[in-house]
């Protein structure tokens, strides 16, 4: 009877505690497609941009796709996305990976195409990107 009583009390408990500390709900906002596109290329860092996710709002990023083209058509040459440094998606002519779903809170983010060619030859590259998601309204 007593271990009866201890499991009833930590399940009251439990609940309690989880009710007290759960998160903020979301609310379904918008969708939203961002296209990020190069001039012609002149390093190896193509573009480099920033995105806000705006005050009450949190960004789910569903697909992100990076790729350079030269003369309209795709190159080989392996090509990275990034959000703050951290590699969301890259792709080469035989891969491209596919982006897990990406959670942005509030605030600014560096958006940055960056390539490994090492032989590329300045202005005959373009980068482009395209980063699509939903926009959530935050409340409490």
């Known amino acids: 009877m007593l271990n009866k009583m201890k499991k009833i009390l930590i399940i009251i408990f439990c609940i309690l505690t ?5 998160q903020e709900n979301l609310k379904f906002s918008n969708v939203f497609f961002l296209s990020v596109s190069s001039d012609k290329s002149h390093d190896f860092i ?8 705006p005050n009450g709002k949190a960004w789910q990023i569903t697909n992100a796709k990076v790729f350079m083209t030269y003369d309209n ?9 990034y959000i703050n440094e951290q590699i969301i998606t890259y792709s ?3 891969f491209a990976q596919n982006t897990d779903p990406i959670w942005l809170p509030t605030g600014k983010y ?3 195409i960056r390539t490994e060619e090492k032989n590329q030859r300045e202005g ?13 309204n935050v409340s409490k």
Do not use: P
């Open 73 to 81: 058509r795709i190159s080989g040459d392996k090509t990275y996305l």
């Open 124 to 136: 005959r590259f373009y980068f482009n990107a395209f980063i699509s998601g939903i926009e959530y």
């Open 92 to 94: 080469n002519t035989q």
């Open 110 to 112: 560096r958006i940055t």
């Open 18 to 22: 989880f009710n007290c500390f759960a």
């Open 46 to 53: 193509a573009k480099d941009t920033m995105i806000i996710v």
